[in-house]
């Protein structure tokens, strides 16, 4: 059994115990099982899905950070994770509406990018519930 951590730069968010995780790095999706050599790598923007013996996975929608996998623990050192099962659908897609409307009005670049990566990240964090999701349907 893996022993997983998750922790942002303002507290620890979630700690759990899975027979694999999934991960979003820079290089690919990762998965890592129980065994698994050391390993340092970068996350970007996705779904951390923690796999369990029985019920629903876990998922965690996370933005960017590492991940360190030592002796059968994976390490998330995430600039900001949520639970999936904590975020709420309807306000997500309220957010992702406002955004939306922000981008299509912007008068420069600055607010266009900043628009573009505030939409991407609620993009990102419906994807993880709609995951999560999922994944309570098949158990």
Same mark, same amino acid.
């Given at each position: =059994?893996?022993? !997983?951590?998750?922790? %942002?730069?303002e507290?620890p968010?979630?700690?759990?115990e899975g !027979?694999?995780?999934l991960l979003?790095t820079?290089g690919?999706?990762?998965g890592?099982?129980?065994?698994?050599?050391?390993l340092? /790598?970068?996350l970007?923007?996705? %779904?951390?899905? !923690?796999?369990?013996?029985?019920?629903p996975?876990?998922v965690?929608?996370?933005i960017g950070g590492f !991940?360190?996998?030592?002796e059968?623990?994976v390490?998330?050192m995430?600039?900001?994770?949520e639970?999936?099962?904590?975020?709420d659908?309807?306000?997500?897609q309220?957010?992702?509406h406002?955004?939306?409307?922000?981008?299509s %009005? /912007?008068?420069s670049?600055?607010?266009l990018?900043?628009a %573009? /990566?505030q939409l /991407?990240?609620?993009? =990102?964090r =419906?994807?993880a519930?709609?995951r999560h999701?999922?994944?309570r349907r098949?158990?």
């Amino acid at each position: =059994m893996l022993q !997983v951590e998750v922790l %942002s730069p303002e507290k620890p968010v979630h700690r759990t115990e899975g !027979v694999e995780v999934l991960l979003p790095t820079t290089g690919g999706e990762l998965g890592i099982r129980t065994g698994h050599l050391p390993l340092l /790598a970068e996350l970007k923007a996705g %779904s951390v899905v !923690v796999k369990k013996a029985a019920g629903p996975d876990e998922v965690l929608a996370t933005i960017g950070g590492f !991940v360190e996998v030592f002796e059968n623990t994976v390490y998330i050192m995430a600039d900001s994770a949520e639970l999936a099962a904590n975020l709420d659908e309807v306000k997500i897609q309220e957010a992702i509406h406002r955004v939306e409307e922000l981008k299509s %009005s /912007a008068t420069s670049d600055n607010e266009l990018r900043a628009a %573009s /990566a505030q939409l /991407a990240q609620h993009i =990102m964090r =419906m994807k993880a519930v709609q995951r999560h999701k999922n994944s309570r349907r098949g158990h």
